[in-house]
T-cell receptor
Framework: AQKVTQAQTEISVVEKEDVTLDCVYE???????LFWYKQPPSGELVFLIR??????QNEISGRYSWNFQKSTSSFNFTITASQVVDSAVYFC???????????FGTGTKLQVIP | GAVVSQHPSWVICKSGTSVKIECRSL??????MFWYRQFPKQSLMLMAT?????????EQGVEKDKFLINHASLTLSTLTVTSAHPEDSSFYIC?????????????FGPGTRLTVL
């Protein structure tokens, strides 16, 4: 069985603060893929990143960075110098190798206050 | 690249009518598409997996006779909500799976908000 836990339901930060969104996953498969999606108020899910289980390198893309740690089954997402446009619901997701289905976490609603 | 469209973006209908939602992958071919349902402030719930040229695979608890899915081409899947009732009101989202040498990712459409009166 696959499971994704996003313990933070809602987070509020003041603009320019850094914020980290937590994601913990469970799977028995040795090959799997992790994703982060952003869902702004408009509703459309925007793909942010995909990481496979064999690639533990952290990644940075502009103000976004991801910390993948297999030892703790975590795939955390950090936004540096947050902006109001970052306000959205962020979903972490997991797909086990060989399966098509993606399991989503419950999402973390981020509110960036100007 | 990897753009998925949905039509309509919103629809209001009377109870008992049927509503068809289209999902198209605009710049890639997708043998697999997915249909999700999302209630307010909740996560995405997978309804069914749609494979081109074959019958859709429905998740447990989803009525296949109520939610008809057709994936007739590599760029189009449709979801028809038959005899819609107010409890079917929701945000329906489709995604298309893009696979390649270095990628295997679902890209999502903008969603369709269905309101049944």
């Amino acid at each position: 069985a696959q499971k994704v836990t996003q313990a933070q339901t809602e987070i509020s930060v003041v603009e320019k603060e850094d914020v980290t969104l937590d994601c913990v996953y469970e799977t028995r498969d040795t090959t799997y893929y992790l994703f982060w999606y952003k869902q702004p108020p408009s509703g459309e899910l925007v793909f942010l990143i995909r990481r496979n289980s064999f690639d533990e390198q952290n990644e940075i893309s502009g103000r976004y960075s991801w910390n993948f740690q297999k030892s703790t089954s975590s795939f955390n997402f950090t936004i540096t110098a947050s902006q109001v446009v970052d306000s959205a619901v962020y979903f972490c997701a997991l797909r086990a190798g060989g399966y098509q289905k993606v399991t989503f976490g419950t999402g973390t609603k981020l509110q960036v206050i100007p | 690249g990897a753009v998925v469209s949905q039509h309509p973006s919103w629809v209001i209908c009377k109870s008992g009518t049927s509503v068809k939602i289209e999902c198209r992958s605009l710049d890639f071919q997708a043998t697999t598409m997915f249909w999700y349902r999302q209630f307010p402030k909740q996560s995405l719930m997978l309804m069914a997996t749609s494979n081109e040229g074959s019958k859709a695979t429905y998740e447990q608890g989803v009525e296949k006779d109520k939610f008809l899915i057709n994936h007739a081409s590599l760029t189009l899947s449709t979801l028809t909500v038959t005899s819609a009732h107010p409890e079917d009101s929701s945000f329906y989202i489709c995604s298309a799976r893009l696979t390649g040498t270095d990628t295997d990712t679902q890209y999502f459409g903008p969603g369709t908000r269905l309101t049944v009166l």
